[in-house]
């Protein structure tokens, strides 16, 4: 059974910074690649950062570049979003996702993790 299990989310003010993780189980970690979406009330959900599955390769959404880090460690199955300086407008449930490509689209997942909320209040 596959399990990507993210965590690190919390209640921030604007400016301050946290690091997301996303353990994955059951499936050659190191064979896919890895995708965090984040979706906000009302809002669909949409991507943030993708990673290759051997780390080479990474792409970000143009609100978040120079703010947000993608990176994995696939000895420990662990996905990583550090997010530094964040803004009221990165509130969201963050989802990471394992799939294809660089994950950006929906289309290209194939698994699901459960989401973590991060707030951030001005």
């Known amino acids: 059974q596959v399990q990507l299990v993210a965590s690190g989310g919390g209640l921030v003010q604007a400016g301050a910074s946290l690091r997301l993780s996303c353990a994955a189980s059951g499936l050659p970690f190191d064979s896919f690649p890895v995708g965090w979406h984040r979706e906000a009330p009302g809002k669909e959900r949409q991507f943030v950062a993708g990673?290759?599955?051997?780390?080479?390769?990474?792409v970000y959404q143009e609100s978040v570049k120079g703010r947000f880090t993608v990176s994995r460690d696939n000895f420990k199955n662990t996905a990583y979003l550090q997010m530094n300086n964040l803004k009221p407008e990165d509130t969201a449930i963050y989802y990471c996702a394992a799939g294809r490509g660089l994950v950006i689209q929906t289309a290209q997942v194939d698994y699901w993790g459960q989401g973590t909320q991060v707030t951030v209040s001005s």
């Open positions: 990673i290759s599955a051997r780390g080479d390769d990474v």
